[in-house]
């Protein structure tokens, strides 16, 4: 992004020093009042068609922009809604092996049984 900034600068920086060298040029030349003004027109007509051509052209650009990041944001959206689909059935993809994993948590010491003993329970329990 830090090329198309740097990129428009350049073209908007082009723009902007030739319509100031076309104007002073002009001022500056020994014409008619009625050409130095028809010559100020024509130069400032050029340099609204350049800055619609510009104009055009970020516009292309931004959209491009815009479909790529949203396509981009789609695919990541995508991928963790499968993660997360792999992960919620990966601890019992199947009804046989939720009730196994349901006898054997019952089977397992609860944190005020493991205290009795003596030990320190699992803090993930």
Do not use: W, Y
């Not at 068609?49 to 815009?66: N, P, Q």
């Amino acid at each position: 992004m830090s090329k198309n900034t740097s990129t428009s600068g350049i073209v908007v920086g082009a723009l902007v020093g030739g319509a100031v060298g076309a104007i002073t040029a002009l001022l500056f030349a020994p014409k008619s009042g009625q050409q130095l003004r028809s010559d100020i027109g024509n130069g400032l007509e050029s340099i609204g068609l350049c800055a619609k051509e510009l104009a055009t052209s970020v516009s292309t650009h931004t959209k491009e922009l815009v479909t790529s990041v949203s396509e981009q944001a789609k695919d990541s959206a995508q991928a963790a809604v499968e993660g997360v689909k792999a992960d919620v059935n990966s601890m019992a993809p199947t009804e046989e092996d939720m009730v196994k994993l349901g006898k054997e948590m019952d089977q397992m010491p609860t944190n005020s049984e493991v205290e009795s003993k003596g030990r320190t329970p699992d803090p993930a329990q």
